[in-house]
Nanobody
């Protein structure tokens, strides 16, 4: 399976970005999809997860109410809409696929290459 993340960039605090992750080579609709991020000098952390059908989602407390994860199984794509961005959201964002609805990075078998988000104050 291949995951290709895109949509990162440099924005001002308070702005919005939408990240996309396109999947190929696997039955996308069977996998839960997650977004993780890693800031410089920090460990990779969970951001959000969506179930295979899209019916169930979960978020890290730090992004709850500002970020929305969604998916389009017809397009084999998962999205992360990020609103009200803060400087502390600055990180490389990774999408990942898992057989289950999981929150820990080691539970994800497939990873995209990451897309960088920089939020300037």
């Amino acid at each position: 399976v291949q995951l290709q993340a895109s949509g990162g960039g440099l924005v001002l605090a308070g702005a919005s970005l939408r990240l996309s992750c396109a999947a190929s080579g696997r039955t996308f609709s069977r996998d839960a999809m997650g977004w993780f991020r890693q800031a410089p000098g920090k460990e990779r952390e969970f951001v959000a997860v969506i179930s295979s059908s899209g019916a169930i989602t979960s978020y890290a407390d730090s992004v709850k109410g500002r970020f929305t994860i969604s998916r389009d199984n017809a397009k084999n794509t998962v999205y992360l809409q990020m609103n009200s961005l803060k400087p502390e959201d600055t990180a490389v964002y990774y999408c990942a696929a898992s057989a289950g609805f999981n929150f820990r990075s080691y539970e994800y078998s497939y990873w995209g290459q990451g897309t960088k988000v920089t939020v300037s104050s």
